[in-house]
């Protein structure tokens, strides 16, 4: 067999400071189809919309377990997505119904997937926090904090040692960033130069605490530093900014020249989850945000541009709306998983010569798949 060294062999001396990399800056609108403009409001408004279905779907008891909305973080999915590829990886947390969404998944799946319904992205298995989509490559959905960082880094082994020109975006929240895999994560993509954009959604509280009483340095940026590995913060408020950070630093890695950190500060308009009571925030801080709502002021810059009408926006408006509705309709309609399939997934199909239990002719016992 071929001795395949690439990946697995560190870069050679380094002089401990990041690489010099900076995201490009957000183009004018001017210098924006509008259609794709106003293709960003539509998919905007469609996670907006469709949070809020699921919401009152949970409210009555439709959707079991935890439920984490990503109201006010829309830029952020529909920003991230933009800027990759097609064939690129993504890899992302518990608050994954946006970047699903965003990322092309059908919502009436999405939808079906969180009421725990056969015709689910997952069968029903997975539930909001357990998204994914193998066509589309999206990998989930992941919900133990900070678990998927080392799965990011091994999709990018695996395009880095197989000569393959893709990219893994892996989202995570801030509160991730404390956590051993994090590190973990960062040091080994960046000593094998791993084509990995580990982008973290900053919207300030990990639950219910706050990052200044978290951690003593908030810049989440500045961890980067000690891997020698570049770092930006970015205003997640901004789908283009967002999208031509996204965009830069995967063009980076997919040059081979290693990971990137984006700070992605954002702010989630509702609680960590739906039964989070919020007493650890202020109405006027939770106002005073509410005022910088990403979706309404893309809208008002689309009309001040002259990029679209009123009346443009408000039919995207009432489009958004009817496709949630359809979705949600659509997972009323689907039936339970059957039981009889319960452990369908869970172990592999024996190989030749095993028997059917996963017992081979050594007696060792079943594989998990």
């Known amino acids: 067999m071929e001795n395949r060294t690439g990946p697995l062999t560190a870069p050679g001396a380094s002089s401990g400071h990041p690489a010099q990399w900076v995201p490009d800056p957000p183009p004018p609108l001017a210098r924006e189809p509008a259609e794709r403009l106003i293709g960003y409001y539509l998919e905007m408004q469609r996670i907006r919309r469709f949070e809020e279905r699921a919401a009152e779907a949970y409210a009555h008891g439709k959707i079991g377990g935890f439920l984490h909305l990503a109201i006010g973080e829309e830029p952020v999915a529909v920003g991230a997505m933009a800027g990759l590829e097609p064939d690129d990886d993504v890899i992302t947390h518990y608050r994954d119904h946006g970047d699903a969404l965003a990322r092309g998944l059908d919502p009436g799946r999405v939808m079906a997937e969180l009421y725990g319904r056969r015709d689910g992205s997952s069968g029903g298995r997975g539930g909001s926090m357990h998204l994914a989509d193998a066509?589309?490559?999206?990998?989930?959905?992941?919900?133990?904090v900070g678990l998927h960082l080392p799965v990011a880094v091994g999709l990018a082994l695996a395009h880095a040692y197989l000569e393959r020109p893709h990219v893994v975006l892996c989202i995570f929240g801030d509160g991730s960033t404390n956590t051993g895999e994090f590190h973990e994560s960062l040091n080994l993509a960046a000593l094998w130069r791993l084509p990995v954009v580990?982008?973290?959604?900053?919207?300030?509280?990990?639950?219910?605490?706050?990052?200044?009483?978290?951690?003593?340095v908030t810049e989440i940026r500045r961890r980067a530093?000690?891997?020698?590995?570049?770092?930006?913060?970015?205003?997640?408020?901004?789908?283009?900014?967002?999208?031509?950070?996204?965009?830069?630093?995967?063009?980076?890695?997919?040059?081979g020249r290693g990971p990137v950190l984006l700070e992605v500060l954002t702010y989630r308009f509702r609680g960590h989850s739906m039964a989070d009571p919020e007493l650890y925030r202020s109405r006027e801080e939770r106002?005073?945000?509410?005022?910088?709502?990403?979706?309404?002021?893309?809208?008002?810059?689309?009309?001040?541009?002259?990029?679209?009408?009123?009346?443009?926006?408000?039919?995207v408006d009432r489009q958004a709306e009817a496709e949630v509705e359809r979705a949600a309709a659509f997972a009323e309609e689907s039936p339970e998983p059957a039981p009889e399939t319960l452990l369908a997934?869970?172990?592999?199909?024996?190989?030749?010569?095993?028997?059917?239990d996963g017992r081979g002719g050594d007696g060792h016992g079943a594989h998990l798949s």
Request: charge should be neutral; glycine fraction near 12%.
């Open 287 to 315: 106002e005073a945000w509410r005022q910088r709502d990403p979706i309404r002021v893309f809208g008002a810059e689309l009309l001040e541009g002259g990029v679209a009408t009123q009346e443009q926006l408000d039919q």
């Open 135 to 144: 066509e589309r490559r999206f990998w989930g959905g992941h919900a133990i």
């Open 345 to 356: 997934g869970i172990y592999r199909a024996p190989l030749d010569g095993e028997a059917a």
């Open 225 to 255: 530093e000690p891997y020698g590995i570049p770092a930006a913060r970015v205003n997640g408020m901004r789908v283009l900014g967002v999208r031509e950070a996204v965009r830069s630093a995967a063009r980076w890695a997919r040059e």
């Open 198 to 216: 580990f982008l973290c959604q900053n919207n300030l509280y990990g639950m219910g605490t706050a990052v200044e009483r978290a951690m003593p």
